[in-house]
């Protein structure tokens, strides 16, 4: 009666990783529990989802070594897995919300989220090739981009492509605040894009800093964005609160792949107990202020709020 903070199913946002192929559901070594699936079986996924109540999913791809470039060509491709993932799910299930990612490593032969020239990850450049990705996937029906490379000035050009080619209604979801974390490991892992040189401390932001993640998030609502997240979200709490009570629009937060990784191994471990500790995780990242969670475990934590 007096619980402040309650969850349910629509606060979470299931990330799904696509690969090529029919039939394909491989585990993600790193990520016990987790998969990469083939579009056939991730439509199976999203209907699953759909019937625990979750209302989003957030799409990555895992792109073939041969179709990787430095400048992310592929992740133009009218008919790209991503393009063609999209439209499956939102011809299966087109209430289901659709969120892309935007962001050029899984296509890139260095890793990187941006185009690389010499040592450098160069922005411009850069933020003009993810314009046209968002118009790529807007056009093969995604209902939300999800920039995640946090180049300078991207949501600008994002929200001005996306205008300017009729898609007024594509919303935008900025990784506004997001830092140069280790707990992105597994991820890199799932779509083998860990960079292949230097590290992201170039355009990701340095986890020492809090008012930074305030100017970045205000600019990027000033650009355009529609939701902005915080990422990752249980070593952030502190950064989310601030977000929160710095917008007005929607803030969530992603409790990314190493999170979901440390209570899945130290679960197996029998040091903890792994229902518990997944919803201790989510309840305290929506007490700090997320309205919406992107996690690995929606839909487990689902099933946990729906007794199932
Ligand atoms: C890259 C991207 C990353 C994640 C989402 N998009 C990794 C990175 O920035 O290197 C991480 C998600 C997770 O760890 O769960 N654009």
Not at 40 to 66: P, R, Y
Not at 95 to 116: K, Q, R
Request: aromatic share 8%; charged share 25%.
């Amino acid at each position: 009666m007096v619980a402040e903070t309650t969850l349910s199913p629509a606060d979470f946002i299931a990330p799904l990783f696509i690969t090529e192929g029919m039939g394909v559901k491989e585990e993600i070594a790193s990520m016990k529990g987790y998969y990469r699936m083939s579009i056939d079986n991730a439509i199976l996924e999203v209907e699953e989802l759909w019937s625990l109540g979750i209302k989003c999913v957030l799409l990555f791809i895992k792109c073939s070594d041969e179709l990787k470039d430095n400048k992310g060509t592929e992740a133009l491709n009218p008919i790209g897995l991503m393009q063609r993932s999209i439209r499956a799910i939102k011809n299966a299930l087109p209430e289901m919300v659709v969120m892309t990612d935007v962001a050029l490593d899984p296509f890139s032969i260095y890793g990187h989220d941006g185009i690389v020239e010499g040592n450098e990850i160069v922005n411009d450049a850069t933020v003009e090739t993810l314009a046209q990705m968002s118009v790529s996937h807007a056009q093969a029906g995604a209902d939300f981009v999800a920039p995640s490379d946090m180049m300078d000035g991207r949501i600008k050009a994002i929200r001005d492509a996306l205008e300017n080619n009729g898609y007024t209604k594509t919303g935008i979801m900025a990784y506004s605040a997001k830092y140069a974390s280790c707990f992105y490991g597994p991820f890199r892992d799932a779509l083998d894009s860990a960079p292949g040189f230097g590290d992201k401390k170039t355009y990701q932001m340095d986890y020492a800093n809090r008012r930074e993640a305030v100017k970045e998030t205000l600019m990027d609502v000033e650009e355009g964005a529609d939701i902005v997240m915080v990422k990752p979200a249980m070593a952030y709490l502190d950064i989310i609160r601030e977000v929160k009570d710095s917008v007005a629009v929607p803030v969530s937060a992603y409790h990314v792949s190493g999170e979901y990784a440390m209570i899945k191994a130290a679960a197996q471990m029998g040091w903890l107990d792994e229902n518990k500790a997944i919803l201790e995780s989510l309840t305290s990242i929506k007490r700090a202020g997320a309205d919406l969670i992107a996690t690995y475990f929606a839909k487990d934590a689902a099933k946990l709020l729906l007794n199932k």
